[in-house]
């Protein structure tokens, strides 16, 4: 079964900064990799997601995140940190070639200070 | 700790025909639950929310009567999808939440109708 690692509950930049936010996965076929962000009393909220193609994928509101197969990662970045980007990240993955159901990470609680 | 289950994981349905899905957390009590669909290749699309004891608060263009969430009691949320169609076939995913702000998911289940 596939699992998701977020190894950081908490993760604190200074406003204009860069920004990661890590994600380690494990499936036994081809991931299908999720990145989500809740804000307080929100529900979930895509941001991006990697199927194939180009390991860089780019999201919505200036995310983007590294697709790394040989250290299965799926890191979070951001070049310039916002005050508004603080929220709640969630990693998850599906493995497509089993179909099985997609799993998410605890979550990472970003904050980011002006 | 923080599981959340759900069942069934899959069910397959004749078309007109109702039926329930639950969701529990396990090992925390949780004020709210949200439930999620997801569509193939697709990101997660909150459903509704649903607060122990109230009625649930559905996202725009979500058939309330269609989708019928109980949260009767602090681990257990129950979706009922009523004379389903095969456009309603999907995979759905609650999740659950105690006081604070970290939301646990479950493993999903996969709804297929005939």
């Known amino acids: 079964a596939q699992s998701v690692a977020q190894p950081e509950d908490q993760v604190n930049v200074a406003e204009g900064n860069p920004l990661t936010v890590k994600c380690t996965y494990s499936v036994s076929g081809n991931p299908y990799l999720f990145w989500y962000v809740q804000y307080p009393n929100r529900g979930l909220q895509f941001l991006l997601k990697y199927i194939t193609g180009d390991n860089l994928v780019k999201g919505s509101y200036g995310f983007e995140a590294e697709f790394n197969k040989s250290q299965t990662s799926f890191h979070l970045k951001k070049p310039s940190a916002l005050v508004s980007d603080s929220a709640l990240y969630f990693c998850?993955?599906?493995?497509?070639?089993?179909?099985?159901?997609?799993?998410f990470g605890a979550g990472t609680r970003l904050t980011v200070k002006p | 700790g923080a599981v959340v289950s759900q069942h069934p994981s899959r069910v397959i349905c004749k078309s007109g025909t109702s039926v329930k899905i639950e969701c529990r957390s396990l090992?925390?009590?949780?004020?709210?639950m949200f439930w999620y669909r997801q569509f193939p290749k697709q990101s997660l699309m909150l459903m509704a929310t649903?607060?122990?004891?109230?009625?649930?608060?559905?996202e725009q263009g979500v058939e309330k009567d269609k989708f019928l969430i109980n949260h009767a009691s602090l681990t257990l949320s129950t979706l009922t999808v009523t004379s389903a169609h095969p456009e309603d076939s999907s995979f759905y995913i609650c999740?659950?939440?105690?006081?604070?702000?970290?939301?646990?998911f479950g493993p999903g289940t996969r709804l297929t109708v005939l």
């Open positions: 998850a993955v599906r493995d497509l070639d089993n179909n099985n159901d997609m799993r």
């Open positions: 999740s659950a939440r105690p006081t604070g702000d970290t939301q646990y």
């Open positions: 090992d925390f009590q949780a004020t709210t």
């Open positions: 649903s607060n122990e004891g109230s009625k649930a608060t559905y």
